[in-house]
């Protein structure tokens, strides 16, 4: 049936954003200019906060996929998105470097379509190269304010391990491709915002017409009965797509897989990947998984899976669904997505310009948060330095990751004179449970606000935006563990 049971899914991850804002709550703010009831808008949408995009969803999404993995058989990230923020600068090596992947990973950019992230999945499952092969998708999706989109769209990251071996999760069955002219939306190299044709059309003559063909050709190559298949999904169409096609493929209604707009909106690449991690969260030994992507044609991709994941390993889409906050100003959002231009004063006019040299020379400390253990005395700090700070001792340092420590507040202030796109600036001394401590930025603090000793969480965030050079600063950031 189809390729032998070689290659697959190892481990898995997804990121959702913490803040949610409801559609009604959109809906409400263009009342004035056009009425809809908000009231019979359902569902949420999870949004980013000013400091997270493409790259540092992926990031997040990456290291639930990692959890408990060997990072050092790791030789390929493969990065799609359609948002990620540069075009001439490989977003997945900022994010290979974030994750502290091997210097000698592959790492490559997939954009140009919706359809990007399980055409990445789909390349790297064929490929059947040595080593595993990380594959990410993100979007970090903006809609031109009032328009059909900006109550549809949503963002998210999803992450897959792909290898080969003994444990896999899920073994890859095969894929189908579909590439045809059909243009069901676009957005122009330098444009903010996508340009959507007429949903009848999309539905009608595009999904209705492509996607059964081209899975029932999948089927029939891989000689599996539609009555094998335990979930479907599809992504890249208006919102019921998936149960038009699965009617149309004799798919009963419980095995498709719920399409996620209520609970994130649509992200993009990213959809169709995370569908996949919810059948395998959801999934049971032997199930047929098979999931579309609509974009310019379709991209299909079928796995069987082969054993339960390990509980309590990640926190995967379940729980980052479970966690959230809910973000009720329409105004803050806009002013994050850069849609609506604040006068911030004086303080937010200083130079952000980036010293790329030094961003080179402490990249793994910068981006992979990596400080230094005394092999002396063993005490552990960060930053890394010539000398430890404990004992004196010179050149004792050896490098030692602090992203996945535990930590709790030790102190901590609100700023609202210093410059932030979010104020107040939260900062405080962060104490790690391996003895170091920071001065960190915390950042995505829930209703309860914060106390010391408080759990804290480390996140890869925008540190400072160059908005005359457009370039991002990366770093870490701390999150509290509990948003209650």
């Not at 939306?185 to 340009?195: K, P």
């Not at 796995?303 to 889409?317: I, N, Q, T």
């Amino acid at each position: 049936m189809g390729l032998q049971p070689q290659t697959g899914i190892k481990s898995f991850g997804a990121y959702v954003p913490l803040r949610r804002l409801a559609r009604a709550a959109i809906a409400d703010a263009h009342a004035w200019s056009y009425p809809p009831a908000a009231t019979s808008l359902k569902g949420e949408l999870s949004v980013c906060n000013w400091d997270e995009d493409a790259i540092s969803m992926a990031v997040e999404a990456g290291r639930d996929c990692l959890r408990g993995v060997d990072r050092g058989a790791v030789n390929g990230l493969d990065l799609a998105s359609t948002t990620a923020p540069y075009t001439d600068l490989q977003n997945a090596v900022i994010t290979a470097c974030a994750l502290r992947l091997p210097k000698s990973a592959s790492c490559a950019d997939h954009g140009g379509s919706t359809r990007a992230g399980l055409l990445a999945l789909n390349r790297a499952c064929a490929s059947r190269q040595e080593g595993d092969t990380l594959v990410i998708a993100a979007e970090k999706r903006t809609a031109r304010p009032r328009s059909p989109q900006e109550l549809h769209y949503g963002s998210a990251a999803a992450a897959l391990l792909v290898g080969s071996g003994p444990n896999l999760l899920a073994r890859f069955l095969g894929s189908e491709s579909v590439s045809l002219p059909f243009v069901d939306h676009f957005r122009h190299s330098g444009e903010a915002f996508d340009y959507f044709w007429e949903e009848r059309w999309i539905r009608d003559e595009g999904i209705a017409k492509i996607v059964p063909s081209a899975v029932n050709s999948l089927l029939t190559r891989l000689d599996i009965g539609v009555e094998r298949v335990a979930q479907f999904g599809l992504t890249g169409g208006p919102p019921g797509s998936d149960k038009l096609v699965a009617r149309a493929l004799s798919i009963a209604p419980e095995r498709v897989l719920r399409d996620l707009l209520l609970q994130t909106g649509d992200s993009g690449s990213a959809h169709a990947p995370l569908l996949l991690v919810e059948a395998l969260e959801r999934g049971h030994v032997g199930d047929i998984i098979v999931v579309a992507a609509f974009a310019q044609g379709c991209e299909i991709t079928a796995f069987e899976v082969l054993r339960d994941p390990p509980p309590g390993v990640r926190r995967g889409l379940a729980g980052s669904l479970a966690r959230r906050i809910e973000e009720t100003s329409y105004l803050k959002l806009l002013s994050f997505a850069e849609h609506l231009e604040l006068d911030w004063g004086m303080r937010a006019e200083a130079d952000q310009k980036t010293a790329l040299t030094e961003m080179y020379r402490s990249a793994d400390q910068i981006l992979g948060f990596i400080g230094g253990r005394c092999n002396r005395c063993e005490a552990v700090q960060f930053p890394r330095l010539p000398t430890c700070v404990n004992c004196g001792a010179l050149g004792s340092q050896s490098p030692y990751p602090l992203a996945d420590e535990q930590a709790t507040i030790a102190t901590y202030t609100a700023d609202w004179l210093q410059y932030t796109p979010a104020p107040p600036l939260s900062v405080g001394l962060v104490q790690f449970g391996v003895g170091a401590r920071l001065l960190m930025e915390i950042t995505d603090i829930g209703p309860s606000g914060l106390e010391v000793g408080k759990p804290l969480e480390m996140r890869f965030r925008i540190k400072e935006r160059d908005k005359l050079r457009h370039y991002e600063r990366y770093f870490w950031k701390a999150v509290p563990k509990d948003l209650k």
